[in-house]
């Protein structure tokens, strides 16, 4: 099993900038490619970002192309969705996962999941 733990999410201005981390712990080795969704009231939990095992490969959804990025550093188990000119339309629940394949977009493919953290972006 995997576990893991969000945290940096809270209420931010139209503009502004949060950084969410998620720190994993348990059998790390068991899981590759991470990832970050978010889901909105009465929406559907999408993908936001991902990341493969090395690093070398990311995923970033149309609609933060640009704002956000997803670093990682396998050295302390953690990953990171750094969040830039954040948007109303940003406003959800952000939850880290962890996929058994190497990297993936699919939602489908992720196993593991954190209890999820409040982003909300006030216009």
């Known amino acids: 099993q995997v576990q893991l733990v969000e945290s940096g999410g809270g209420l931010v201005q139209a503009g502004g900038s949060l950084r969410l981390s998620c720190a994993a712990s348990?059998?790390?080795?068991?899981?590759?490619?991470m990832g970050w969704f978010r889901q909105a009231p009465g929406k559907e939990r999408d993908i936001v970002a991902g990341?493969?095992?090395?690093?070398?490969?990311?995923y970033y959804a149309d609609s933060v192309k640009g704002r956000f990025t997803i670093p990682r550093d396998n050295a302390k188990n953690t990953v990171s969705l750094q969040m830039n000119n954040l948007k109303p339309e940003d406003t959800a629940v952000y939850y880290c996962?962890?996929?058994?394949?190497?990297?993936?977009?699919?939602?489908?493919?992720?196993?593991?999941w954190g209890q999820g953290t409040q982003v909300t972006v006030s216009s």
């Open positions: 996962a962890a996929t058994e394949a190497v990297y993936s977009y699919s939602r489908a493919l992720y196993k593991y």
């Open positions: 990341i493969s095992l090395n690093g070398r490969t990311t």
């Open positions: 348990g059998r790390t080795n068991s899981s590759s490619g």
